[in-house]
């Protein structure tokens, strides 16, 4: 779902189980001593929900952060290798150098328009098998000089940048398990809130507006980190975006 459909389901969520909750109140009869034990229950509940709000939220920033750090350390790696291609024989130095201008530019343009993606990737790993086949050719020659190891050696690097990059990017998220426990949770939150409203007789519609949306803005931030292609809070691809115009300039 987009984020921003993501964001009005929550709020009519959040209203609904807080008017359930209310007009549960309005149905079950229970004894004084009962209801005076009720706070304590909606205070234990409310806990429970904000502590797993705030440990969905650090994961996800967790991550977020992990992604920015991918992003500079691919941008290293790949400028390195670039760099390394020039100790290689000159008929080997021209071609990597072109594949290498190519694979930046498909890492910036799937940062850019998540459509491209699926093609972006699958050509890149492409690069990778490219770059891979003229090492393999460099290195039946004997005997092999020590710049190859060291553009291998970046080469290694950048190949498993882009391994971790498209794990913690792409495949990873938040698990489902954890939204549907975050849910229930705030349902069953938001429903001891509105029974504990409507035992007191009272109908606070600006409170349960305010309740919705906070809650309804948490999750909301939350989602936002997590799918970091789109939304407000967005990974920074500039280290790339240097590297490319560095790299078209270089050539």
Known sequence: ?????????????????KFFGMGLAARV??????????????GATVGLLAFMLAFTFNMTANRFDA???????????IETTYLRAGLL??????????????YVDLRVRAARDRTTLDASL??????????WASVEDMFSEAPAPISYSLFVNSLNEMIDVHAERVTVAVRQGIPGAIWMGLYLVAGLAMIAVG???????????????????????VILLILDLDRSWEGAVRVDQQPLIDLQKKLGAAS
């Open 122 to 131: 699958a050509r890149s790993e492409a690069i990778h098998d490219e770059l």
């Open 29 to 42: 009869k229970t004894p004084l001593a009962r209801e005076e034990s009720v706070g304590s229950v909606v």
């Open 67 to 77: 992604r920015k750090q991918l992003v500079l350390d691919e941008a290293n790696a």
């Open 89 to 102: 024989p000159e008929e080997f130095t021209a071609p990597a150098r072109a594949l290498l201008r190519e």
């Open 195 to 217: 029974y504990q409203t409507g035992k007191g007789g009272q109908r606070p519609y600006l409170v349960n507006t305010v309740l919705a949306l906070a809650f309804s803005v």
């Open 1 to 17: 779902m987009p984020i921003i459909a993501v964001f009005g389901c929550t709020i009519l969520f959040v209203v609904f189980c």
